[in-house]
Structures are given as C-alpha cells and as structure tokens.
C-alpha cells in the first residue's frame, strides 16, 4: 500500500478515534476525523479522502445515513464501516448503501488493515487504467483482455508495438492464461482490424481434417466431401489466421504449413489450382517449442518461421493483482447470465481467491466463479461460496508454504496431470463434463490421458 493516503475516520467514541488515529499514522497514512456523520459529509464536501472509516452508532447523523449521502456525492470513494453492534440485517444494509466492508468491534488490526489496502486498490483502479490507456495509445483497442498488473501492461505495450507490424506473431503460455485473447488484440489494433480474424484450433480435428480446415477440399477429393469447402487460409485472406495450438500439428502438417508461410500459396486437397493468399499468422502453443525440436516432434524450420515475435502470457500466479478485476468481470457476467442478483465478493472470499495458485490460470478462475454464483444464495458471494467451489479438486490445491511441495514448486505436466485427475474425480469420470470445464477439447483430454498412462 502506498504511503501518506488521506484517510477520514469517523467515530464518536472518542477513545477509539484516538486509538484509530494512532494506529493509521503509525501506518503511513494522513489521518482526519469527524465524531458525527454530518461532520463527515461536510469534510468530503471540502476535500478529497482516498478512503472513510466510519462507525455507524452515532449520535446526529448515523452512518448509515452518512454513507448514503456521501455515496450520492461521491460514489468513489471506499468506505468501511464499522460497529459494535454487528447484525445480519445491518451488514447487507450498509453493502447495499455502498459500503466496501462491515467490520465489527473490537477491531481485528490485521483483518481491518487487508480491507483498506483492498478498498484503496479498488479505489486506485480507475486512474490506474486511465495511465495504462495513455501508455498505450489513445486508439489501442485492447478488446476483452483484463489487467492492469505490472507482468500484463507490460505485455500489452508489446502487443501495441507490433500489431501494426506484418510479422509472424508466436504467442506462448499455459492453457487458459488468454492466448487468443492476444491474438484478437493483435488483430485488433492492425492494419488488417477491418478484414476477417479467422481462428483455428489445430488439436480440435484430426490430421487429415486439419489439411481441408485450413487449405480447403475439391469435391470429391474424400469420402463425405460433397462439396467443394474453401479453408481458413482462404477464408482469413486479407486479414488475419490465428492457429492455436500449433504445437499438436503431426511433422507432415508442419512441412505443409510451411511452405505455405513461405510462399503465401495454397493448394484445396483433391485439387490442383494455386492460389494466393495474404494472411498474417498468429499461431499460439502451451508447449515448449524448444524442447519438443529437441524431441524430434517440432520442426526447427517452421518454429523460426512462426516465432519472428513471440509474446509470453504470464500465468494468473504471477499477475495476482488482476484476480480481484477479473473476478469482479466475471461475477457481473455470470450473474447476468444466471439472472442472480450478486453484486460482489467479501474480502474473505477474495483473500480465498488470492491465495489459491490457479493451475488453470483465468479460464479456471472464470468456472469457479461461475460455478459460485450458480450455488449462491446471497447478494455478496462470500467464503463459504467459495469453498464450495474449492473444496474437492481446488482445496487440494491450495497455496503450501515454499519447499513443500506445492504448485509452486511442481513441474508443469505434474500440475496438469493432477488438475486432470482431480477434476475427473469432481466429475465422477464423466470426460465430457471434465473436459468442458477444463476448457479443452475431448479429443485434447485423451491426448492428456494417455500422455499420463491413465487410459490404454
């Protein structure tokens, strides 16, 4: 948390503002009060906070009252409101007038500490975008993709750079970081933005398939080909071709892809005419490249011939920062979709978020979120939502302390493997069901299966 935030506390126990202004100075932060609510209203009237404590049993304006008023004024501004007399009806009464937290006295310094560093955050959010706006360009089109952590900015300040570019984007990352999410950005904020964005799954069909998908078929040319069908390279001429997991392509895909990056012509299966085509490639893989050259499985030729750019989405883990926003998008998403009326999550179902390691990164993220709402009774999903979606294969997951073999510290494909055995076991073998939620293909969960030596 930064230092010296302005920070307005209100209390008519004057013993306890006392304490409250001693422990928040000691804080780093710049400390005033008010001992009624009017005080307080009118102090947010004559200058800016960038947070309120305020209790809510007091004796001219209550702070209930207050809250209500300055939410009217301000509705930016976070404000915690605190009380000895905690009740139910009381808690969902202050979250409905706008509060960002309850917290009952005697005060927990830690737990009131979390909330504010968490209130200021969310406080902080919109000027952090508004900075990550102008760092980008006025005209960058980010599409759907959130973050505003370091580890995101970053990467997206690449995208902006090359996306005007002609070059051969390789975007790499684990599964469900947000790769074709980047590629549309690309797309997006490219000469080519107006022409079509075709996108291609490469593990999604079989080999012989994966040739008439994206080259095309002559009528005629195989068993079920009524038709003539024009392919994707076809289809994306003039815009952009996005080839998500290039990394499955057998070695005779590979040599075809090849030449067709090199030469930009294609040829239909069962056909002979050549035809041109202009396609920028944006291909994308959860694989490393370098190791699988080393295996024999990956062309050293055609992984140069992709990778003229590469761009590497970080994993949820090490951009926690963005959790609480995307889960917040998802919530609004999910509960318009549910029609739930859920306006938010309690820090104590946040913390339980954040501490969580997200092997699945933001398409994980995005199911229990989902999975939360759809089991919520309540206006504020709170920790018990939440360990509902976590307990069985995420609760085993849960963040361990370093060296004990956690997440963490666990190779890649031991993270995959048990993601997959756990959420088998969620799903009682049910693969179909597994495979939806972990968001890949089933015909990817076999792969992965025998990858492991779990089916013949």
Same mark, same amino acid.
């Given at each position: 948390m930064k230092t010296k935030n302005s920070v307005l506390v209100v209390d008519d126990d004057q013993a306890h503002l006392t304490m409250l202004r001693t422990l928040l100075t000691g804080w780093g932060h710049e400390v005033?009060?008010?001992?009624?609510?009017?005080?307080?209203? =009118? =102090? %947010?009237?004559?200058?800016?906070?960038?947070?309120?404590? /305020? $209790?809510?049993? +007091?004796?001219?304006?209550?702070? #209930?009252?207050?809250?209500?008023?300055?939410?009217?004024?301000?509705?930016?501004?976070?404000?915690?409101? +605190?009380?000895a007399y905690s009740s139910v009806e009381t808690a969902v009464e202050a979250l409905k007038k706008g509060a960002?937290?309850?917290?009952?006295?005697?005060? $927990?310094?830690?737990?009131?500490?979390?909330?504010?560093?968490?209130?200021?955050d969310h406080s902080q959010l919109r000027e952090e975008n508004r900075l990550l706006r102008e760092s980008l360009g006025s005209h960058f089109d980010r599409g759907n993709i959130i973050g505003r952590g370091p580890? +995101?900015?970053? *990467?997206?300040?690449? %995208?902006? =750079?090359?996306?005007?570019?002609?070059?051969?984007?390789?975007?790499?990352?684990?599964?469900?970081?947000?790769?074709?999410?980047?590629a549309g950005a690309i797309h997006l904020n490219s000469p080519r933005k107006d022409r079509p964005f075709v996108k291609m799954n490469c593990a999604a069909v079989?080999?012989?398939? #994966?040739?008439?998908?994206?080259?095309?078929?002559e009528k005629g040319a195989f068993t079920g080909a009524h038709r003539r069908k024009e392919g994707r390279f076809y289809q994306a001429d003039g815009g952009s071709l996005f080839l998500d997991e290039v990394g499955e392509m057998s070695l005779a895909m590979q040599v075809k892809l090849l030449r067709v990056l090199q030469e930009m012509e294609i040829t239909r299966v069962g056909g002979e005419e050549v035809i041109n085509v202009d396609v920028r490639v944006i291909a994308a893989t959860n694989k490393d490249l370098i190791q699988e050259i080393e295996t024999?499985?990956?062309?050293?030729? *055609?992984?140069?011939?992709?990778?003229?750019?590469?761009?590497?989405?970080p994993p949820l883990r090490d951009r926690k920062e963005d959790i609480p926003l995307l889960a917040q998008h998802f919530l609004t998403v999910f509960a318009e979709k549910n029609q739930k009326q859920i306006k938010g999550l309690t820090p104590q179902a946040m $913390?339980?978020?954040l501490k969580y390691q997200w092997p699945g990164n933001v398409r994980e993220l995005m199911n229990a979120v989902e999975r939360a709402i759809v089991l919520s009774r309540s206006e504020y999903l709170d920790e018990q939502d939440m360990q509902v979606v976590t307990e069985g294969e995420l609760s085993r997951r849960?963040?361990?302390?370093?060296?004990?073999?956690? &997440?963490? !510290? /666990? &190779?890649?494909?031991? %993270?995959?493997?048990?993601?997959?055995? !756990?959420?088998?076991?969620?799903?009682?073998? !049910?693969?179909?069901?597994?495979?939806?939620?972990?968001?890949?293909?089933?015909?990817? *969960?076999?792969?992965?299966?025998?990858?492991y030596g779990m089916m013949p």
């Open positions: 005033n009060e008010a001992d009624d609510g009017l005080k307080a209203i =009118q =102090q %947010v009237h004559e200058r800016s906070f960038d947070l309120i404590l /305020m $209790d809510i049993r +007091m004796i001219k304006v209550s702070g #209930l009252e207050a809250l209500a008023e300055i939410k009217a004024y301000n509705p930016a501004i976070p404000v915690i409101i +605190m009380t960002y937290d309850y917290l009952t006295k005697p005060l $927990d310094f830690d737990e009131l500490r979390l909330s504010m560093e968490r209130a200021m580890a +995101m900015v970053k *990467l997206l300040e690449t %995208v902006a =750079q090359v996306a005007t570019s002609e070059a051969t984007i390789l975007i790499t990352g684990e599964s469900g970081t947000g790769k074709e999410l980047i079989t080999e012989t398939l #994966l040739e008439s998908e994206l080259f095309g078929h024999g499985r990956f062309r050293e030729d *055609l992984y140069y011939r992709l990778n003229v750019i590469n761009l590497s989405v $913390d339980r978020l849960d963040e361990v302390p370093p060296g004990h073999g956690g &997440p963490a !510290n /666990m &190779p890649l494909d031991e %993270v995959e493997k048990a993601t997959i055995l !756990n959420m088998l076991e969620s799903t009682r073998g !049910n693969k179909s069901e597994a495979a939806r939620r972990l968001g890949i293909t089933r015909k990817t *969960l076999h792969k992965k299966l025998k990858k």
